[in-house]
């Protein structure tokens, strides 16, 4: 009985027509698909203008938009087809788009930061760092001391910047201390310029004259020139004083540097030698 070998020329010949008809509807799906896809690129592709109600966030699939944008991951753009979390910033925008710093808040330094051991029974204030308008401390009697491991409520523990032995004393603490003062030319026979510690400014002696009236309320703040009482020098500007009740009268700047420790911060001592100087 003989096989006939015909039929599997035919059944191939069937198979490559399908393939071949398959083929050409890929062909034309993907056709269709890159005609819709450059159809939708060259809708996209006209630049957007940013408006006020979007503050210029826009998002474009143009290739030559999308180089002017940055991702980022802190912030979020709903685009969950594309499986991507992305927040797109125009780098081409006008300055005053653009989130500009406080110059009075970037210039003002912060105080140094002790990273050293810390007793948890001492605090520091947050009322510390802060600085007026001259750039000089701005210090605000606090209503509650601050807590430490002495359990000291004295005047300096309400000060801001009252420390411990794990928040020692340190350069640069009182910010800004260095503006209670200012410079005193003095001229004459030969000339030369004060020592700034007996110089404090008008708003030194009066952080001066706040701390002595803690302990002699009737206090005020006096002047005196150097050189005023005659002789061959004479100084430009005044040297402030606190003039206590008793008559008695203490320099402003030098009252100052002796508190603050030349600014370093307010010990328990501090206030001890205060009311040593007022009872001398």
């Given at each position: 009985?003989?096989?006939s070998?015909?039929r599997?020329p035919?059944q191939?010949?069937?198979?490559?027509?399908?393939?071949?008809t398959?083929?050409?509807?890929?062909?034309?799906?993907l056709?269709?698909?890159a005609?819709?896809?450059?159809?939708?690129?060259?809708?996209?592709?006209a630049?957007?203008?940013?408006?006020?109600?979007n503050?210029?966030?826009?998002?474009?699939?143009?290739?030559?938009?999308?180089?002017?944008?940055?991702?980022?991951?802190?912030?979020?753009?709903?685009?969950?087809?594309?499986?991507?979390?992305l927040?797109?910033?125009?780098?081409?925008?006008?300055?005053?788009?653009?989130p500009?710093?406080?110059?009075a808040t970037?210039a003002t330094?912060?105080?140094p930061v002790?990273?050293?051991p810390?007793?948890?029974?001492?605090?520091?204030?947050?009322?510390?760092?802060?600085v007026t308008?001259?750039?000089?401390?701005?210090?605000?009697?606090?209503?509650i001391?601050?807590?430490?491991?002495w359990?000291?409520?004295?005047?300096?523990?309400?000060?801001?910047?009252?420390?411990?032995p794990?928040?020692?004393?340190?350069?640069?603490l009182?910010?800004g201390?260095?503006?209670?003062?200012?410079?005193?030319h003095?001229?004459?026979?030969?000339?030369?310029?004060?020592?700034?510690?007996?110089s404090?400014?008008?708003?030194?002696?009066?952080?001066?004259?706040?701390?002595?009236?803690?302990?002699?309320?009737?206090?005020a703040?006096?002047?005196?020139r150097f050189?005023?009482?005659g002789?061959?020098?004479?100084?430009d500007?005044?040297?402030?004083?606190?003039?206590?009740s008793?008559?008695?009268r203490?320099?402003a700047?030098?009252?100052?540097r002796?508190?603050?420790?030349?600014?370093?911060?307010?010990t328990a001592?501090?206030?001890?030698?205060?009311?040593?100087?007022?009872?001398?």
């Amino acid at each position: 009985m003989l096989v006939s070998t015909r039929r599997a020329p035919v059944q191939g010949i069937a198979n490559e027509a399908r393939a071949a008809t398959v083929s050409r509807t890929n062909r034309n799906s993907l056709q269709s698909f890159a005609s819709r896809f450059s159809a939708a690129v060259a809708s996209t592709s006209a630049p957007k203008t940013a408006t006020s109600a979007n503050l210029g966030l826009e998002r474009s699939n143009s290739a030559s938009s999308r180089k002017q944008f940055l991702s980022s991951a802190g912030g979020h753009r709903g685009d969950d087809q594309a499986g991507r979390n992305l927040l797109e910033i125009p780098m081409d925008q006008p300055p005053a788009v653009a989130p500009t710093a406080n110059p009075a808040t970037a210039a003002t330094p912060k105080p140094p930061v002790y990273d050293g051991p810390q007793d948890l029974r001492d605090r520091i204030s947050d009322a510390a760092g802060k600085v007026t308008a001259t750039g000089a401390p701005s210090v605000v009697r606090l209503q509650i001391p601050v807590a430490n491991q002495w359990g000291y409520t004295g005047e300096a523990a309400h000060n801001p910047y009252f420390i411990t032995p794990s928040n020692p004393l340190r350069d640069g603490l009182v910010t800004g201390f260095s503006n209670w003062f200012e410079a005193n030319h003095i001229s004459g026979l030969t000339t030369g310029e004060m020592n700034t510690n007996y110089s404090a400014t008008q708003e030194g002696a009066q952080e001066a004259l706040r701390l002595v009236r803690q302990y002699d309320p009737g206090a005020a703040v006096g002047n005196s020139r150097f050189g005023s009482g005659g002789g061959p020098w004479l100084a430009d500007n005044d040297t402030r004083e606190i003039t206590l009740s008793n008559g008695s009268r203490l320099n402003a700047g030098l009252l100052l540097r002796s508190y603050y420790n030349q600014g370093q911060g307010v010990t328990a001592r501090s206030d001890q030698m205060l009311q040593q100087s007022i009872a001398a």
